[in-house]
């Protein structure tokens, strides 16, 4: 599987500023995948980013809100603007396995807490 | 570090003991399986597959089990390791989800010494 690692660990951060978070693979992956995962909670997709073209997003998340880029086979960032305490939550990047079914793998995650 | 599973339900066993977590899924469509442990201040580590036309796996001491019928899938662990307390999710896929995973609610384990 993969190596994934994710930038920053963790973050405390003031409500209406924005917080970039980045997910580096340690290999060229096609499908990489943004989710959320507020306290206590599961996990909720965010989008998906696919390298060279615009990321898709899933019921309840805006580009806007959300903004993604994905530059290159190894590398995406999604980005949480305009942030409010609901925010609060862990931020993880996960990538699609080489095998033939939908395996995925994850990054450690990103704690934000908006305060 | 603190815990992503305070709200879920929590399944407690003895070391040694063999552990059995469950998950229902809603969609009768859904054709690959996933279980994922997710230990306090990690990301999900995949643990074991499985695809519908099969109603059984198994791995290095954990097995999945699959029941189509009633739409429920389980996992066992056997001879429980403190190292297993973790969250466990299950996520479910199918062809008009594409690539994507549904994640369950997910079941805390804690392994009593």
């Known amino acids: 599987s993969a190596v994934i690692s994710q930038k920053p660990s963790r973050d405390i951060c003031q409500r209406g500023t924005s917080l970039t978070i980045q997910c580096q693979v340690d290999s060229q992956v096609t499908m990489m995948f943004w989710y959320r995962q507020q306290p206590g909670q599961s996990l909720t997709l965010i989008a998906t980013a696919n390298q060279g073209s615009e990321a898709t997003y899933e019921s309840g998340f805006v580009i806007d809100k959300f903004p993604i880029s994905r530059p290159n086979l190894t590398f995406s960032t999604l980005t949480v603007s305009n942030m409010s305490p609901e925010d609060s939550s862990i931020y993880l990047c996960?990538?699609?396995?080489?095998?033939?079914?939908?395996?995925?793998?994850f990054g450690p995650g990103t704690r934000l807490t908006v305060t | 570090g603190e815990s992503v599973g305070l709200h879920l339900p929590t399944l407690s066993v003895q070391e040694g003991d063999n552990s059995i977590i469950n998950c229902a899924y809603s969609?009768?469509?859904?054709?690959?399986f996933i279980w994922y442990k997710q230990e306090s201040g990690k990301g999900p580590q995949f643990i074991i597959d499985?695809?519908?036309?099969?109603d059984k796996r198994q791995g290095q001491r954990v097995t999945v089990l699959l029941n189509k019928t009633v739409k429920h899938l389980s996992l066992q662990i056997a001879a429980t390791q403190p190292g297993d307390s973790a969250v466990y999710f299950c996520?479910?896929?199918?062809?008009?989800?594409?690539?994507?995973?549904?994640f369950g609610a997910g079941t805390i384990l804690r392994v009593k010494s």
């Open positions: 996960s990538v699609e396995g080489q095998g033939a079914t939908y395996e995925q793998y």
């Open positions: 969609n009768s469509a859904s054709d690959y």
């Open positions: 499985i695809r519908s036309n099969m």
């Open positions: 996520a479910e896929s199918n062809m008009e989800y594409g690539n994507k995973l549904v």
